[in-house]
């Protein structure tokens, strides 16, 4: 036996059906056997009926329907309940009628009318007759004299503005005439569609929601909510199945495709055999795999089959859907392309990167650098010199790490020290420290009049790194006007290019700086020289016994 695997969205598809079979079609089975006509009057005893119609000057024939010791008589046959309504009113106006019903009833199918329905049903009269009967309210009774009704039009006219002021919300949307008719199509689609059983709760939903109009907003937030739900579940329902299909549709082709691309490399099939066996390359899903493979192969695969990699990517066509790519307006795609590009492709990508090289787009501009640096090998660092753009911290350490892995012969840094980008210059003071160069010094010792406290810092690093003795006044110079970072890294310097000209350089910061300056400074006065240490010890005896701590604190290993 198959069983229905269960998903939200079925559950949602069978129950709508459901709800429809149950309420709509017995519905609409019901509506059209049903008939309106309106009660003219009801007794116990049989009523002379040419007297009555004398009477009330009734022109319609009246038909008597008996049943629970009643004789009801009705007047014609209506198909909607605003049909029977109107006629009802026009019976108050003209003929001064009393004790007036609309009844529903049916017909059997010789036309006869069958016993009449034991319930009766809200009667709506027009909105100028300002009237509304409710189930078991009393019949209309007609207009007695002109003081009566002023009366009661004045006592209606007052409920209505009671009334009214609840639908003060709805009047700021629609017209009097818009919710007249909107309402009466309310009713008129529960008379052709909505079963007795249910037509009476139906009605008083209306007359409910027009009397509380904040309702119907409620209730529109309700479908609302409950159709995001329904789309949010189609939505999630499409978008796992896509995934599914997707990853199922990349692990059979990349199956395939990395297999013939591995016998192609390793010669076990020629390229028009492997051509054959490369099924759908066209598609754009496929190429982005087969780019994927290459990557993967470029990474993993060393030697001399290398080398037939970037072969692949040209005989596939791939490199022109790269270069292509390159020129879009999308971020993310011209990145990509650079990438494969540079790395699969590297003849292309030589001639569009020198112009990419200042992009305004900080992760265009950081792959175009590094793929610079990456295929000009002999000079990494050449395009420093039309830099006008700021040379990212990222990019950066992408660039160290090139030098490092590749590497790469390493430029003399100091001649990029003047570049008007800071991030230039703080990246070259960085690489002289790394490599310890000390070509053209003198460009260093400019830089500490820089604006940049970044940049003086990396100043004071240099020259303490590099044991720059010359360097050592300019220190002493600057110390006063330094911030507390730069002074720390200045003090540090002491230890390495200090001597006994510098000792009481050093005592004046042990006795009036902060905390961490004297610590600093007792560390580099302790292992500058021997003076020093002795300098340190004679001023914990003399000037201030707590200076010992601060001894045992720069001598512990752990610090």
């Not at 940049?452 to 002493?476: C, H, M, P, V, W």
Request: charged residues 25%; glycine residues 2%; hydrophobic residues 40%.
């Amino acid at each position: 036996m198959r069983y229905i695997k269960f998903t939200i969205v079925k559950l949602i598809i069978r129950t709508l059906g459901l709800l429809y079979c149950v309420y709509l079609i017995p519905v609409n089975d019901c509506a059209g056997a049903q008939k309106f006509v309106v009660q003219v009057a009801a007794t116990k005893t049989p009523l002379n009926i040419q007297s009555f119609v004398k009477k009330y000057n009734i022109n319609e024939s009246i038909k008597e329907l008996k049943s629970d010791d009643w004789n009801r008589y009705i007047i014609g046959s209506f198909d909607s309940y605003k049909l029977a309504s109107n006629y009802a009113i026009e019976l108050v106006k003209i003929n001064r009628l009393s004790g007036v019903f609309i009844r529903n009833i049916e017909k059997d199918s010789s036309g006869i009318f069958a016993q009449a329905k034991k319930k009766e049903v809200l009667t709506h009269f027009k909105k100028e007759e300002q009237v509304v009967l409710a189930p078991n309210s009393a019949p209309i009774k007609p207009e007695l004299s002109e003081n009566k009704q002023t009366d009661s039009l004045k006592i209606k006219k007052d409920k209505l503005e009671a009334r009214n002021m609840g639908n003060y919300f709805l009047h700021l949307l629609l017209t009097d005439l818009e919710i007249k008719t909107f309402k009466n199509d309310l009713v008129e689609y529960g008379e052709n569609n909505v079963s007795e059983s249910y037509f009476r709760f139906y009605l008083s939903s209306v007359d409910f929601v027009f009397k509380y109009p904040f309702a119907i907003v409620l209730f529109g937030f309700i479908f609302f909510f409950i159709f995001n739900i329904v789309t949010v579940l189609f939505v999630l329902n499409f978008t796992i199945k896509e995934k599914n299909r997707l990853d199922r549709y990349i692990k059979v082709y990349s199956k395939m495709y990395e297999g013939t691309l591995l016998a192609y490399l390793f010669g076990e099939i020629d390229w028009d055999r492997a051509l054959i066996q490369l099924k759908h390359i066209k598609r754009k899903e496929n190429k982005k795999i087969l780019i994927s493979i290459l990557f993967n192969f470029h990474e993993n695969l060393k030697g001399e089959v290398d080398k037939f990699i970037p072969e692949i990517f040209v005989k596939l066509g791939l490199h022109n859907d790269s270069l292509k790519a390159s020129e879009s307006y999308y971020y993310h795609k011209k990145t990509q392309a650079i990438r494969e590009l540079t790395y699969l492709y590297p003849e292309g990508a030589v001639k569009i990167i020198p112009e990419l090289i200042n992009y305004s787009n900080d992760r265009v501009r950081a792959e175009v650098q590094t793929s610079y640096i990456r295929l000009n090998q002999n000079h990494p660092f050449k395009f420093f010199r039309k830099l006008t753009k700021p040379f990212a911290r990222w990019t950066q350490l992408s660039a160290f790490y090139l030098i490092r892995l590749h590497q790469l012969p390493v430029p003399s840094f100091a001649e990029f020290l003047t570049s008007k980008q800071y991030t230039v210059r703080e990246f070259c003071l960085n690489m002289i420290i790394y490599f310890q160069q000390l070509e053209n010094i003198s460009a260093i010792f400019q830089l500490l009049e820089s604006s940049r406290e970044q940049t003086r810092f990396l100043s004071y690093k240099a020259i303490n790194d590099l044991r720059l003795f010359d360097g050592k006044l300019r220190l002493k110079k600057r110390y006063r006007d330094e911030t507390e970072k730069n002074k720390l890294e200045i003090v540090k310097a002491f230890r390495n290019i200090g001597n006994e000209e510098d000792l009481d350089f050093l005592e004046i910061i042990i006795k009036s700086e902060s905390i961490s300056l004297k610590i600093e400074a007792c560390r580099s006065l302790y292992y500058m020289n021997s003076q020093g240490k002795e300098r340190m010890i004679s001023l914990t005896k003399e000037y201030d016994s707590k200076l010992e701590l601060f001894i045992s604190h720069v001598t512990d290993p752990r610090n």
